[in-house]
């Protein structure tokens, strides 16, 4: 979800270069290189959905948005082995515990190999 600030900046300056699966919008803009010279260089920035993070950018736009793409990969792009997009749920009740976390009871399967606590002589 957008502020008011970008809001304003998107209408005013940003060209939308198109929408990902889940309708998030991609945007960039031509500014002057500040850094010396006239050259103009490409902002680029994305209008979340309300309550995402960043890591919502799908694989196909993340390129582009950091420069590494001159253009955003097109979907047939990708590659049957590729998941789709999930969210990342560490601190959330779905948050993946391996066996023997304390969330998950706190007992954990002995192995033949098991390990001895060392304690101090005294």
Not at 14 to 35: M, Q, W
Not at 65 to 92: F, K, Y
Request: glycine share 12%.
């Amino acid at each position: 979800m957008a502020n008011l600030g970008t809001r304003i900046y998107t209408r005013f300056k940003g060209r939308l270069v198109g929408k990902d699966a889940d309708g998030r919008c991609y945007y960039e803009a031509r500014i002057l290189n500040r850094t010396g010279g006239g050259e103009k260089r490409h902002e680029r920035w994305v209008i979340y959905h309300k309550g995402e993070d960043a890591s919502a950018v799908p694989p196909e736009w993340w390129g582009w948005l950091h420069h590494v793409d001159a253009e955003p990969l097109p979907e047939s792009a990708r590659q049957p082995w590729q998941q789709p997009w999930q969210p990342n749920r560490t601190g959330t009740a779905e948050a993946y515990h391996p066996p023997g976390s304390d969330c998950q009871g706190g007992q954990r399967a002995s192995t033949t190999s098991d390990y001895e606590a060392w304690y101090p002589e005294g």
